[in-house]
């Protein structure tokens, strides 16, 4: 009798090694599976990100940040370019509180004065501008230089007022 309740408990023992066996091998390969999917994912995500960061190189060469002869012109001044855009567009948007609207864009308002919503600065000399009303949208291309004393000027080169729609 005795004999027989080990042979059980043997194969017992057995069955439920071969079930755990069974049950772990196919968790480890689930496993596999979703990790296999996950580095296909993120390598795709990586080939993504790589061709993302071309395309903001590529657009941030118009930009005074990221045009080294720009830098090199600012700095030949003394003067620290992220100091220099900081400045100007402060100045630029204080511009949009004279009681005249600003005096850099070239347009009467249709429902009051045209202010000045973003700043671009294209290199060392000019800053692209998109100005409204609410009503009425345009841009302006301002010229910038530092003058013999020592002062930022600025000044309107061209401007363009898109049409009502």
Known sequence: MRSKIFMYLFF??????LFLFMNQKSVYESQ??????????????????????????????????????????????????????????????????EPEGNPLVPFEGKQGNLRINKLRFLNHRWIQADFSDGATWGEVLIEYFYDE????QLETISSVLYPES
């Open 12 to 17: 017992f023992s057995l069955l439920l090694l």
């Open 32 to 97: 596999e599976r979703k990790i296999s999917s996950l580095t296909t994912q993120n390598m795709r995500a990586e080939d993504d990100m790589a061709g993302l960061q071309e395309q903001v190189a590529e657009l941030n060469y118009f930009t005074l940040q990221g045009n080294d002869n720009a830098m090199s012109y600012i700095d030949r001044l003394g003067l620290d370019p992220m100091a220099v855009e900081q400045e100007l567009s402060d100045r630029i948007y204080d511009l949009n509180l």
């Open 149 to 152: 004393n020592n002062q930022w």
